[in-house]
């Protein structure tokens, strides 16, 4: 299943905004339930004064919505600890295919899997919101880690948590059909941002037809097509560039059929 991604909402209702927050989750395609509460903040057993000892040690920056913040292959160096808003991280295979891996928000890190050694990025990060973000340098990291033995332990259990979520969406890509991942995450968007609408049950979050297609390992095109042929079902419905599902039933079949 999909694990939430944060508050995704800009400019919609209250009760909207609440649906968008109901949790504070990262977003990846996987049916381990147990990869639903998301790891641990990285400073939430840091005291008061570790935090500001981290801290200090930081780069603050402060992105908008669509800008990068590492790229795959370039030159790595440390970690970026999210401080607001949301990241996506994706692989970018030689042929320009994209295969989103996840949407990370505060708390989490982005920037692994190596934490302190310089090396180039296996896959690539961007803002898909506006951001504020804390870079700490893997040279100024290592000697925090042997310093403060909870920031320490929170590396380990994050990159575990990553580790256990990339394993997770390549079982869910390698077993399940397409058609299969695209009712599954549909379903569990309505889970995470779902808010009652007279037709149904409106996803209350600003993910585009690309940004589904890139979570379940297929095209827009795809996409956009399958959703349409839902609509003339009635098993979903667009309605303000938003996504209403008006069958979750038919959904939870599509789910658990064999193939496409």
């Not at 399940?176 to 996803?203: N, W």
Request: aromatic share 6%.
């Amino acid at each position: 299943m999909l694990l939430q991604a944060g508050n995704v909402v800009s400019g919609r209702s209250p009760s909207a905004a609440a649906a968008a927050t109901k949790s504070s989750s990262s977003l990846l395609l996987s049916e381990n339930q147990q990869l639903m509460g998301g790891p641990p903040s990285l400073m939430e057993k840091l005291t008061i004064r570790e935090r500001e000892i981290v801290l200090k040690q930081g780069r603050r920056k402060v992105l908008s919505r669509g800008q990068t913040i590492f790229s795959q292959g370039a030159k790595h160096d440390g970690i970026f600890l999210i401080e607001s808003g949301r990241i996506r991280v994706f692989y970018s295979s030689p042929l320009g295919r994209e295969i989103t891996l996840a949407y990370w928000h505060a708390g989490n890190f982005v920037g692994g899997p190596e934490v302190f050694d310089t090396g180039t990025h296996q896959w690539s990060g961007v803002a898909s919101s506006n951001c504020s973000i804390v870079q700490l340098p893997g040279k100024e990291l290592r000697t925090l880690a042997v310093e403060i033995p909870n920031l320490a332990i929170g590396l380990i259990e994050g990159l575990a948590f990553k580790g256990k979520c990339y394993s997770a969406l390549a079982q869910m890509l390698g077993t399940r059909s397409i058609t299969q991942r695209l009712a599954h995450l549909l379903l569990h968007l309505m889970d995470l941002y779902g808010v009652e609408d007279p037709d149904g049950v409106v996803i209350a979050a600003a993910f585009t037809h690309a940004d589904l297609a890139h979570m379940v390992g297929a095209t827009r095109q795809w996409v956009t097509i399958s959703l349409k042929r839902m609509q003339k079902k009635r098993i979903v419905l667009t309605k303000r560039s938003q996504i209403v599902v008006c069958l979750p039933n038919i959904l939870e079949e599509m789910r658990g059929q064999a193939s496409d």
